[in-house]
């Protein structure tokens, strides 16, 4: 090894596959404390919010920092319903990306979809824009996605968009994109506080591409179209659809042990269970809970005897682990009892992601020091000599 390779070898640090515990930014934005089962945006509880407030004031609270009183939290719900339709431009070629997305979905298409809203309204990299412009950048395009996404997916049915009514709150104004119906109240309701409680995670995979992405100097699109593909992934926002599968392969309260031990012992995983940061239980899956509880039926009943069950199996077959539901779990049952089809739970998820992604690109972008990580080469011995062509 020559001298300059081994000084330079002498730099690297070590970490985790995975950067798992490794910190790599300081945030104002929020963060999760996995060993007390505890994650608030700001200073702010996220469940408290979820609880008492609606999701443009908690939107206003990760764009500008505050919670706004009444006057001015009417005042940005106005500014932000504003921004819901989608240019000429964009709205033209939705039925080519619906029908060339296929069994893709609506979240593949969501990608095209925000390129072309970046590119048709002249997005300037984040790197040459004032703070203003950032941030108008990020609300035009998050107000803009649950437009895109309910687009997408009644096209892919068949079925014409609806247009977005300002009139509407942003989680009443999905559903009623989605559907073509005003939802009632108690649904609005429950897609509300779903959408809040996942607007923002820490540093999970989606939210740091988009910092990755936003410490490059590039645009709001391309920061959130690199969000949404790590989002695309099954590890990271494909569970919700899933864990309902599961509640559905079990079928009957009396066949949940044998089913759940069958598998354990396998190895397979268990939908909607275990997480990656949190050693206790998940407190958006204990709110998700006590909103699916709300509804009541027998839906509701057996997932929580599925819980319960599959919680006490897990205690008995891997003893020492903290395995409970994770926010996929009750999020699935919430989702269904409010009307909402399986193929439009991650979009859904997204619909508020947007809106924590925008707050991680705003704050990377005051930061002028691009992400670089370096790695560490293990291929074969270098340099060796090229052979000439035989």
Request: include cysteine.
């Amino acid at each position: 090894m020559s001298v300059n390779r081994t000084a330079a070898a002498a730099t690297l640090v070590e970490v985790p596959r995975g950067l798992a515990g490794v910190v790599v930014a300081d945030t104002e934005v929020g963060d999760v404390r996995g060993l007390e089962g505890f994650y608030h945006y700001r200073q702010y509880s996220a469940v408290e919010l979820a609880q008492n407030r609606g999701f443009e004031d908690v939107w206003h609270l990760l764009v500008h920092g505050e919670l706004p009183d009444a006057r001015r939290g009417a005042a940005f719900a106005a500014e932000t319903a504003a921004l819901r339709r989608l240019p000429d431009a964009v709205r033209a070629a939705l039925p080519a990306i619906a029908e060339a997305g296929g069994r893709s979905g609506p979240l593949a298409g969501m990608r095209t979809g925000l390129s072309l809203l970046g590119a048709a309204l002249g997005f300037g990299p984040v790197y040459d824009l004032s703070d203003g412009r950032r941030r108008q950048d990020t609300l035009v395009a998050a107000a803009a996605v649950p437009t895109l996404l309910t687009a997408l997916h009644r096209l892919g049915r068949g079925l014409e968009p609806v247009e977005p009514r300002e009139d509407l709150s942003y989680a009443a104004n999905y559903l009623y994109m989605l559907t073509g119906e005003e939802p009632d109240r108690a649904r609005t309701r429950a897609i509300e506080q779903y959408l809040i409680s996942t607007i923002d995670h820490g540093f999970n995979a989606s939210t740091f591409t988009a910092r990755v992405i936003a410490s490059t100097g590039a645009d709001v699109a391309a920061c959130l179209t690199g969000a949404v593909s790590a989002l695309s992934g099954p590890l990271h926002g494909g569970a919700p659809s899933r864990a309902l599968d599961t509640l559905d392969a079990i079928g009957t309260p009396d066949r949940i042990d044998a089913w759940i031990r069958e598998r354990v012992l396998a190895g397979d995983r268990i939908m909607g269970f275990g997480h990656a940061v949190y050693r206790t239980e998940d407190p958006r899956s204990r709110m998700l809970r006590e909103v699916a509880q709300r509804f009541g039926g027998p839906r509701v009943e057996f997932a929580v005897e599925v819980e319960r069950q599959v919680e006490a199996i897990l205690a008995e077959l891997k003893p020492g682990r903290e395995l409970h539901t994770n926010v996929e779990f009750y999020a699935g049952v919430v989702m269904e009892l409010c009307g909402l089809p399986r193929e439009m739970f991650t979009p859904t998820f997204a619909a508020a992601r947007v809106v924590g992604w925008s707050a991680n690109i705003l704050e990377q972008a005051r930061d002028s020091k691009i992400i670089r990580p370096a790695a560490r080469y293990v291929g074969p011995g270098a340099p060796v000599g090229v052979p000439a062509v035989a």
